[in-house]
Structures are given as structure tokens and as C-alpha cells.
């Protein structure tokens, strides 16, 4: 039997603010990404896959420089076989059913069509909806785009990207994205045609960054720029998590810490970091490990799409030794985790001190462990080192059974406590 793999969940502290503003809010449900019930795999194989995986979206983070509506998500562990979390929308008119990738990280929406080569066996026939249109070059979304290939494409906007370990070529299109009831019209995004690689999420990827092609420049209007969602654990056997698009709706009361903008990579979240405690210590991180950089896009982010929290090398030892130092057990290593028990550990609290906001993460919420074996780690890395200004990432481990509320509106990201498994 398959060793299986147990992420324990986070909980959050939980506060809340009064919000008067009045619109509509859509819920889309989500789930967890692959099954480790179901697969096949080793936990040990599995691990180091995720591992992987989050070191090549580290990768690719580094390099980039109201209406109230309720959507569906779920693990793509358990439907698609991928570490993302995945929401159940609709595209085209009549509506074709996908399970797209949710990515705060990313702008543009990217969908496989038809015809693609390279793609998985899920895509999008264009051909069943009338309403589809590819963009030419002098649509203002084209410009939108980095380094669009109209000069070999005149009359059709199309463009070339890497997605962590994988490359795509894609042209721009539009069609109707239907999102639980509400239907957005004419909603551009990446229709994709060669891909290559494995990192491109196989039905596709619905951006949440804060670019002018993501969900939420396109829909500013209709959801106010405010968003939320609540991540099931790996054992969630359905889409019983959610993103939540809109005002209305979203935690009432919550405590929350500053939305910062870098212009080094003006789609991702920022917030302050400005230090960390292991039990009752406050672990001394040189400050210029978490400091917040405009100029060079250093800084901590919050990321849906990576699996485990990675920190800057100066960080992430300084919080490691004293874990092991509090753990005070013989360490082992297992793949890219370095601060592994073979017997049972009590693990110490750890809490990420934000500007305004303390995160306190209990003892079982800091480690993974192997259900088949006595196999226990801390569930945390070193951010590789190969990259420019190297990014913290507060990953979807630790943001899991807890409502994440982005208000770009108003400057701010909110922790709340929320099961959703």
C-alpha cells in the first residue's frame, strides 16, 4: 500500500472589521490538489515531486519583476493530479466545464484549446462557442501582455511564456467565463496551442494576481477589487473550500496587515514580515532577510500556488536551529527537507509576526508526517539561493482551514479561522 501523506492544517487567530460597503459576492468551491488515498506513489516520491515543484514556482516568482459571487475549490491532488488548487468554472457560451488552476501569483487566465499540442485531453473547443473570438494586436489587452509576437502574427495577438518548469505559446482570446451564477463577457485570456513541459496546469489556470489581465482587474468593476478564500486540507474529499469574489460576504470582522505593491513584481502580494518566534523566542533574522525592497523586489509574499513556506537562507536557518534546538532530537534529512525526526516530536509553536498581525501556527501545523511510517518534518524550506532578490513565500500549507481576504481596494490582507475541510 502507498504511503500516504498528512498536511496538518494551520489555525489562525481570528478578529474582525466592521465592512459597509454593499454588492453581490460569487462563491466557487474548492478543493485540495492530488489524493495521496488514491495514488499510487510513495509518500517519500510524493514529497519530493511537491518539493520540486515549489522550487521551480520559486523560480518563477522570482523572475516576475461589488458583486458577491462563490466558486468551488478543491485540491487538485484529488481531480487533476496536480499540487494546485483548482476551482469549477465554465467557458464559452453554451458554458464548457473546467477545473482551472487558481494562482495569486499569475495574471492572465490560460486555457487549453483545442487543437494544442502538448496539452492534456481536457481543452476547450472553441469551435462549440460562438462567442469566442481571437484578439488581434491592436486590442489594448494585447499590449497588456510582456513581449507579444505581433510582428510575426499581425492580424492575432500571440505570445510566449515560461511557467515554472514548462514553456507555452498562446494566443489571446475572448469568451464568456462563467463563475458560479455570474457570467463575465467577453473576459480575455490565453488560449493555449504548444506547451511544453509539465508545470502548466492540465485544464488550464485562472490568475488572481493584481495585473491588468487578471480576474481581478477585469472584473474591478463588478467585485470591487476584493477577494477570499478558504483552502481545504489534503483530506478533504470534495470541493469544499471556496473562492469568494466580492464585498459582501467576506468575514465581517478580521485581523489584518498592509497589502504592499512592488513594482519589481507588481502582480504579487506583499506584506510585512517583520519577524518570527519559535515557542516564546523571537529568532534573530538579520533585518535585511525580510526586509521589504521596491528597488529589487525583496520582500515576503503570499502565495497560492506553493505547497510549503520557503524563507530567505538567513531566515529560514535562523528559524530551523532554533526549531531544533527547542525539538532537542537526532536530525535527519528527506529529499529537500532538512530537519526530519524518525521518532515522535513535540514541536514548538511558531508565529509569523506581521506589521499589525500575529499569525501564531500550533506545533501539528509545522511538520508533515508519513502515515505509513515515523517519519516527521518541519514543513519549511530554504528559498533556493540561484535567484536575484529572492522573494519569502508564505505558502498554501500554512494558509490551509483558514479564510485568506485579499482587499486590494483597500490596501490590506486579512487572516480569519475557517474549516473548509
Same mark, same amino acid.
Given at each position: ?143 497588456? *501582455?510582456?513581449?507579444? #509576437?505581433? =510582428? +510575426?502574427?499581425?492580424? $492575432?495577438? @500571440?505570445?510566449? &511564456?515560461?511557467?515554472?518548469? /514548462? ?47 487578471? *480576474?481581478?482587474?477585469? #472584473?474591478? =468593476? +463588478?467585485?470591487?477589487? $476584493?477577494? @477570499?478564500?478558504? &483552502?481545504?486540507?489534503?483530506? /478533504? ?53 525580510? =526586509?521589504?525592497?521596491?528597488? $529589487? ?125
Amino acid at each position: 500500500m502507498a504511503a500516504r501523506l498528512l498536511l496538518l492544517l494551520i489555525p489562525f487567530a481570528s478578529l474582525f472589521c466592521a465592512v459597509t460597503v454593499q454588492a453581490t459576492t460569487t462563491d466557487l468551491t474548492v478543493t485540495h490538489a492530488v489524493d495521496p488515498a488514491r495514488s499510487t506513489r510513495s509518500w517519500e516520491d510524493t514529497l519530493f515531486d511537491m518539493f520540486a515543484k515549489d522550487n521551480a514556482r520559486l523560480l518563477y516568482l522570482a523572475s516576475l519583476a461589488t458583486k458577491r459571487t462563490s466558486v468551488p475549490v478543491a485540491s487538485g491532488r484529488q481531480t487533476t493530479q496536480t499540487a494546485n488548487y483548482v476551482v469549477r468554472v465554465a467557458l464559452g457560451n453554451p458554458p464548457q466545464t473546467l477545473l482551472m488552476a487558481m494562482d495569486t501569483s499569475n495574471d492572465a487566465a490560460w486555457v487549453p484549446c483545442s487543437g494544442c499540442v502538448g496539452c492534456s485531453s481536457t481543452v476547450f473547443d472553441t469551435a462549440k462557442s460562438p462567442e469566442y473570438k481571437s484578439l488581434p494586436c491592436t486590442a489594448p489587452q494585447c499590449r497588456q *501582455l510582456p513581449n507579444p #509576437t505581433c =510582428a +510575426t502574427t499581425p492580424t $492575432t495577438c @500571440s505570445f510566449n &511564456l515560461t511557467y515554472g518548469s /514548462s514553456t507555452f505559446s498562446a494566443e489571446l482570446a475572448q469568451d464568456t467565463l462563467k463563475l458560479g451564477p455570474d457570467a463575465v463577457p467577453a473576459y480575455a485570456f490565453a488560449c493555449l496551442r504548444r506547451v511544453t513541459g509539465t508545470s502548466v496546469p492540465p485544464q488550464g489556470l485562472l490568475g488572481l494576481g493584481r495585473g491588468p489581465l487578471s *480576474l481581478l482587474s477585469q #472584473t474591478a =468593476a +463588478t467585485y470591487h477589487s $476584493t477577494f @477570499s478564500y478558504c &483552502l481545504p486540507s489534503v483530506k /478533504s474529499s470534495n470541493f469544499s473550500g471556496s473562492l469568494r469574489l466580492g464585498v459582501t460576504g467576506q468575514p465581517v470582522r478580521i485581523k489584518t496587515t498592509p497589502l504592499l505593491r512592488n513594482p519589481r513584481r507588481s502582480s504579487l502580494y506583499y506584506v510585512n514580515l517583520v519577524g518570527i518566534r519559535v515557542g516564546r523566542r523571537v529568532v534573530d533574522i538579520p533585518a535585511a532577510a525580510l =526586509a521589504f525592497d521596491p528597488s $529589487t523586489g525583496a520582500g515576503t509574499v503570499i502565495d497560492s500556488g506553493t505547497v510549503f513556506t520557503r524563507l530567505v537562507a538567513p531566515a529560514y536557518e535562523a528559524v530551523r536551529n532554533e526549531f531544533r534546538r527547542r525539538v532537542n532530537k537526532p536530525v535527519t534529512s528527506l529529499g529537500g527537507f532538512d530537519t526530519c525526526y524518525s521518532d515522535p516530536i513535540v514541536a514548538p509553536t511558531m508565529t509569523l509576526m506581521f506589521a499589525g498581525m500575529n499569525v501564531t501556527l500550533p506545533p501539528d501545523n509545522l511538520v508533515i508526517h508519513s502515515t505509513a511510517g515515523s517519519t516527521t518534518c518541519l514543513a519549511m524550506a530554504a528559498a533556493p539561493a540561484n535567484v536575484n532578490s529572492v522573494v519569502n513565500v508564505i505558502a498554501n500549507m500554512q494558509q490551509q482551514n483558514h479564510r485568506i481576504l485579499f482587499d486590494v481596494a483597500n490596501n490590506k490582507v486579512g487572516v480569519a479561522r475557517e474549516t473548509c475541510s
